[in-house]
């Protein structure tokens, strides 16, 4: 059974920094997507950074680009998500999530995703 677990959510001040942490356990079997995804009260949930493990492509939603970087740990099977120069817009309930499919263009569609984590709050003061 894959269970994934988010951690390294918190309150910072706009301009900040935090890194999220998805640790993986269990066995997803063959190659896969993970990414992170967050839903703000009142919105949709909505990808921000997405990996496929093999080959090794990252993307980014345009509102984190240059700003959040999503990398892995094979060793310790966690996945992390690094937010620099955060914004009060940026705050939300942050998921990681996990799909063994092959890659594809859905990488941001959270419907298409079969495991997920609990969830962990970040929110940025100005």
């Known amino acids: 059974q894959v269970q994934l677990v988010e951690s390294g959510g918190g309150s910072v001040q706009a301009g900040g920094s935090l890194r999220l942490s998805c640790t993986v356990s269990?066995?997803?079997?063959?190659?896969?997507?993970m990414a992170w995804f967050r839903q703000a009260p009142g919105k949709e949930r909505e990808g921000v950074a997405a990996m496929y493990t093999s080959p090794s492509w990252t993307y980014y939603a345009d509102s984190v680009k240059d700003r959040f970087t999503i990398s892995r740990d094979n060793d310790k099977n966690t996945l992390y998500l690094q937010m620099d120069s955060l914004k009060p817009e940026d705050t939300a309930m942050y998921y990681c999530a996990a799909e063994a499919r092959p890659g594809g263009s859905w990488y941001f569609d959270a419907v298409q995703y079969k495991y997920w984590g609990q969830g962990t709050q970040v929110t940025v003061s100005s």
């Open positions: 269990g066995y997803i079997y063959g190659t896969y997507w």
